[in-house]
């Protein structure tokens, strides 16, 4: 840990050489995880025909995200007990395992199992990542650091899907599951030398990672699983399992997040609770958007995704200037325009329902959305730090990142449910409904935001 007496952020970067090979590698890891993601969702449907697993299609994404959230718990305790290193390590090895697993999976039911250890393995190391930047990074340095973990996420959404279509449509979907272990080992252990600089916790405990909040993190697993799968079935079945989901994050979910989380209390707890609704606001809509230009406005898939692309260079452009120094406006301020920035967005995007609006005009709205997304998502980053001594690193961050999966999960369950029991009836309306969520949502983390 840097002291007060070393130099500023304007003379020692993330790139100095005693930040450059911790820096590089954990951009590398976190640009991979995200490159698997968008990959798969991809490929996912030519590997389910291959298989003959369409039964399974469900669970090879619900599956992932409910052992993420257990490891998200289980590494947040981790790495306050013992150190952010060995959580790191372990979700490194889990995710390169799945991978390995799933990339050779002879049967649908194997490729699941290896997607679920995929999932554990990369709440393991996202969490343990947060960390990492709290204890080896001053202040200073830490909106930039987090601004290049924002690229490592939307450089792969620009290319990532093309790069996976053309993989599955002309080699082997395996090497999608394949390719991602030989780059990550090399990135894993570039970060060896930086991690060697951290110091063992001040006072470290004998702490299980397998105590009550392990408990309750399953049952929330469970409902993230009920929700998803919930999602994608029909009439009475669907609307069980999405009650049984929804009750167990609402019951258990309290148990895990800062007090004062649903009750958007000043400080910690308002910032957990508007990570939750930035990313169910952008992503809730986002689903949607591709589909509505492509059914109601005849666009080719191709321009439609062009739509995303256009909104992934919008929040590279914010996150990047986020991690720049002498910001004019306060943390609050930055994310209430955000916010604003995507409930814009959103509503700009639903005109091209109207035939008469140009599609251009959807396009500059979601760019809007993007640009807000790219403002606020590293801005409660670094708030999470801020407000974290160093004993509750793993625990806020683990915080944070459960709030993203569940709010997105419970949203997209709901929205998707509302689409499709309405769609049939009155399309306009289904598309008013699901656009509609999100921007309430994004309308409430204006106010969230001021609370921060």
């Known amino acids: 840990m840097l002291t007060t007496n070393e130099p500023r952020a304007e003379r020692i970067g993330v790139l100095s050489p005693r930040y450059r090979s911790l820096t590089i590698g954990m951009v590398a890891l976190i640009t991979l995880v995200a490159f698997e993601n968008l990959a798969v969702t991809t490929a996912m449907p030519t590997v389910a025909v291959a298989l003959d697993g369409l039964s399974w299609y469900a669970l090879a994404f619900g599956g992932p995200l409910a052992s993420a959230v257990i490891a998200m718990v289980m590494s947040g305790t ?26 050779f999976a002879p049967t649908m039911e194997v490729l699941v199992a290896g997607r679920i250890i995929q999932g554990f393995g990369s709440g393991l190391l996202t969490v343990a990542l947060y960390v990492v930047v709290g204890q080896l990074y001053p202040p200073e340095l ?20 093309a790069i996976a279509g053309l993989i599955v449509e002309h080699a082997n979907w395996r ?14 252990l570039v970060m060896r030398p930086g991690l060697g600089q951290m110091a063992p916790p001040a006072a470290a ?9 392990t408990a309750w993190a399953v049952a929330i697993a469970i409902g993230v699983g009920l929700l998803h799968y919930g999602g994608q079935q029909n009439g009475l079945t669907q609307v069980v ?57 005849g666009l080719s898939p191709a321009f439609a995704g062009l739509v995303l692309t256009v909104s992934a260079l ?66 409660l980053s670094v708030l999470i730090l801020e407000y974290s001594s160093r004993e509750e690193q793993g625990a806020n961050s683990s915080a944070l990142q459960l709030s993203d999966s569940l709010a997105t999960a419970t949203v997209l369950a709901i929205g998707g449910s509302l689409f499709a029991a309405i ?13 509609g969520l999100p921007a309430l949502i994004a309308l409430l983390g204006v106010w969230t935001a001021r609370r921060t």
Do not use: C
């Open 78 to 103: 981790w790495s306050d007990a013992k150190g952010p290193a060995r959580p790191l390590w372990h979700g490194t090895a889990w995710f390169l395992t799945g991978l390995l697993i799933a990339g």
């Open 142 to 161: 830490r909106p930039r650091i987090f601004a290049a973990f924002a690229s490592g996420w939307v450089v792969p959404s620009l290319v990532g899907p």
């Open 175 to 188: 090497i999608v599951f394949l390719a991602v272990p030989v780059l990550a080992i090399p990135a894993a």
């Open 205 to 213: 405990t004998t702490d299980s990672i397998w105590n009550r909040r």
């Open 241 to 297: 399992l999405l009650a049984i989901g929804l009750g167990a994050v609402v019951v258990f979910a309290p148990r895990l997040l800062p007090a004062g989380t649903f009750a958007i209390r000043r400080g910690l707890p308002s910032v957990v609770a508007l990570r939750g609704m930035v990313a169910s606001a952008g992503f809730g809509a986002e689903v949607f958007l591709p589909l509505m230009l492509t059914r109601e406005r």
């Open 314 to 379: 919008a929040w590279f452009s914010a996150s990047w200037y986020r991690g720049r120094p002498n910001q004019p406006l306060s943390h609050s301020a930055f994310m209430q325009l955000g916010m604003a920035s995507i409930v814009v967005g959103i509503g700009t995007a639903v005109l091209t329902l109207n035939p008469s609006v140009p599609v251009v005009v959807g396009v500059l709205g979601w760019g809007l959305a993007g640009l807000g997304m790219g403002t606020v998502f590293p801005t």
């Open 423 to 435: 769609e049939p009836h009155s399309p306009m309306t289904a598309y008013l409904t699901a656009f």
